[in-house]
């Protein structure tokens, strides 16, 4: 079975405050995502990847980085948090574009930034 | 690029059907179907691959219409478990890097 899982379920932190999301895969998958999640503006793609090292931009990517060392981990970083950055974050995962690729969701982050 | 869904919210009894609307204005390569339950992760409903092409998941099912570049989610009898919010997500035809775009989702309330 397809796991994806994200390193904290909640997380609460204060502004400017560096801050690690990480995102774990078992599946082989090339292709992984980072999502934020706002209501009424629906899933929204910060950045991803699609190999080691191979990054990116979404649609909102200001005020984040990524970074993806190993295959199977892909780590969202708030470089200086910001309370506009207090959101629920998913990560997914797929195989590469010739597979019709179905993303995989993680369980999400609510990230509360005071 | 973000397909459009509709409607935005739709309130049902039970057992009365709903449509959930997503249209793109890029040729599709794909269209998936999720829904997501409050403070959960979407959970994968179908995935359609061809033009014209229907599946079905018990009494949720869908279709997809490749020439006007839209997919319909069609659900039946509605059950109070249908509660939630339907996200459609489309691959363009021509994606080299298997993104997909998400609609801003359907909420659906079913009532007792």
């Known amino acids: 079975d397809v796991k994806v899982t994200q390193s904290s379920r909640y997380l609460v932190k204060r502004t400017g405050e560096k801050v690690f999301l990480e995102c774990v895969q078992d599946?082989?998958?090339?292709?992984m995502f980072w999502y934020r999640q706002d209501p009424g503006l629906g899933l929204r793609l910060i950045y991803f990847?699609?190999?080691?090292?191979?990054?990116e931009k979404g649609d909102i990517p200001e005020g984040y980085s990524v970074s993806r060392e190993k295959k199977e981990r892909f780590s969202l970083i708030l470089e200086s948090a910001s309370t506009n950055q207090t959101s629920m974050y998913l990560c997914?995962?797929?195989?590469?574009?010739?597979?019709?690729?179905?993303?995989?969701f993680g369980p999400g982050t609510r990230l509360t930034v005071l | 690029q973000q397909p459009v869904q509709s409607p935005q919210a739709v309130i049902l009894r039970e057992g009365e059907d709903a449509v959930i609307n997503c249209s793109s204005s890029?040729?599709?390569?794909?269209v998936h179907w999720y829904r997501q339950k409050h403070g959960e992760a979407p959970v994968f409903l179908m995935i359609?691959?061809?033009?014209?092409e229907q599946k079905g998941h018990e009494k949720i099912s869908a279709s997809f219409n490749e020439k006007k570049q839209q997919s319909s989610l069609y659900l039946t009898a509605s059950q109070l478990s249908y509660s939630g919010t339907y996200f459609c997500?489309?691959?363009?035809?021509?994606?080299?890097?298997?993104?997909?775009?998400f609609g801003r989702g359907t909420q659906l309330t079913v009532w007792p």
């Open positions: 990847s699609y190999d080691v090292k191979m990054k």
């Open positions: 890029k040729a599709l390569y794909s």
């Open positions: 997914a995962s797929s195989l590469g574009a010739s597979g019709g690729p179905r993303p995989y």
């Open positions: 599946m082989d998958h090339e292709n």
């Open positions: 997500g489309t691959l363009d035809r021509g994606s080299t890097l298997g993104r997909l775009y």
């Open positions: 359609l691959l061809k033009g014209g």
